[in-house]
């Protein structure tokens, strides 16, 4: 048997990092297997589906590097384009006399609910249109279209005597009594299908064997299963792995910051942070923390994946991003800071090797590339803010001179001026006035930084270049008061 696994998310919105953790695992397990993994989009929903979110899946997928094996651009692959396919299903449901129209109306279906709830009982339809229409008559029944004035629903017409058992890969077996699983709509009366419907049409047609997905879809499972076996089919096997939830306990969402996987491409996190922390959220190869992707790939199995939910952890995921950022050469974390250095409008004043020398005085500094992009800011911006306590506790009269000779001798370096060279010229100064580096170096920070933090003062003045620190540090002298 081939492998065969999907992906379905919705293009109504972003795609979020706990709902692509089932498109990862169902990806890893498919490459594990050697087999096919299908991308397919999940768009019955024409008022909230978008272009926008479905070139933002497509793209944060790529971006990810979970790359699809069928699926997009190719029509097929679009709910959408297979409503006649889902007619075909629904109408061979009716003549055979296992789905049936249901003509409850909205009002109807709320008492239904209130009274289960009256009577303590899990709420559900109570069947009352199932046997309205004679069988003989049920064939001759057309689908839902509310502008043809047929204003039903059409129902499952679900076993009511018996089990239906989920063999499940993450959560073992689970057992179902199909009397307590009721008559679910499959067309909705304005003529769309619902997706416990069409994902079925779509799985049995499409070929999968393994179907991942949270386990928020568990109560569905026997509901589609039983459609599997309606139409002749035999269901796929499936893995229900767990919620993905905020650090209160509650499912992960807007309010715990960030849950897009465009947000943290835009934050200036690396791909392989966001997919290895996703992958160790639910899944484990021994104490191993830090996996390649071929390694994720190697090692991937459902005996190995949690039976609770994953606990989404922010600061993991940061300390994952900066392994990475440390990981990556210079020259790659060069462009790809670029970009965010050009978002905030900033100028690189130099070339492509201008722009990694100055990396390589930040990068073991920064978590993320806003990060590396926000310090860089004395590098590219010479309106620079000094910080006022700074100016207060190292600009004093006393330091004056000191600057004034080291800018001297800084802008008389002829040629050379690398950090050897500056360092001599401080050497030279401090010899002078008798001062140890600090004395020297903390104004000097502040004068060309803005503050008192900083790289090596001997790599940050390399990188700024004569002119720069000169005509900084001109302005720094002016601010110091005179005895």
Known sequence: ??????????????????????????????????????????????????????????????????????????PSYFQSNRFDRYREGASRLL??????????????????????????????????????????????IALPDRSAGRNYTIRFRAPQAGQTVVDDLIKGRAVFENSELDDLIIFRSDGVPTYNFATVLDDADFKMTHVVRGDDHLPNTPRQMQIFYSLGFEPPAYAHLPMVMGPDGQKLSKRHG????????ELGYFPEALLNYLV????????????????????????NCGKSAGIFNAEKLLWLNFHYLKQHNVAQIACEVRPFIEKRG???????????????????????????????????????????KAVAKFFKPEIAEPLSLLSQELEAL????????????????????????????????????????SPGIYEVIAVLGRERTVTRLARAIELIPRP
């Not at 040629?415 to 140890?436: P, T, Y």
Request: net charge negative; proline share 4%.
């Open 1 to 74: 048997m081939t492998v065969r696994t999907r992906y379905a998310p919705s293009p109504t919105g972003a795609l979020h990092i706990g709902n692509v953790r089932s498109g990862l695992f169902a990806y890893l397990f498919a490459r594990h297997q050697k087999g096919t993994f299908v991308l397919r989009i999940d768009d019955t929903d024409a008022e909230r589906s978008t272009k926008e979110s479905l070139d933002e899946i497509l793209e944060s997928l790529r971006w990810l590097g979970v790359e699809w094996d069928e699926g997009p651009p190719n």
């Open 95 to 140: 003549r055979e006399g296992k789905a049936y129209p249901c003509y409850c109306t909205a009002e109807q279906l709320e008492a239904m609910r209130k009274q289960a709830e009256q009577e303590h009982r899990k709420p559900g339809y109570d069947g009352r249109c199932r046997e309205r229409t004679p069988a003989s008559e049920l064939a001759k």
């Open 258 to 265: 960030a849950t897009s996987v465009f947000a943290y491409r």
């Open 280 to 303: 160790r959220l639910g899944w484990s190869h021994g104490d191993q923390e830090i996996f390649s992707k071929q390694e994720m790939i190697e090692y991937f199995d459902f005996a």
């Open 346 to 388: 900033w100028k690189i004043p130099g070339d492509q090797q201008w722009l990694e020398r100055m990396v390589t005085t930040l990068h073991e500094r920064a978590k993320t590339l806003v990060e590396l992009a926000d310090f860089a800011k004395f590098y590219l911006n010479d309106e620079i803010v000094l910080d006022p």
């Open 414 to 453: 002829d040629g050379d001026f690398s950090e050897a060279s500056i360092q001599a010229v401080f050497e030279r100064v401090l010899a002078n006035f008798n001062m140890k580096l600090g004395q020297l170096a903390q104004p000097v920070r502040v004068a060309l930084t803005g503050g008192s933090v």
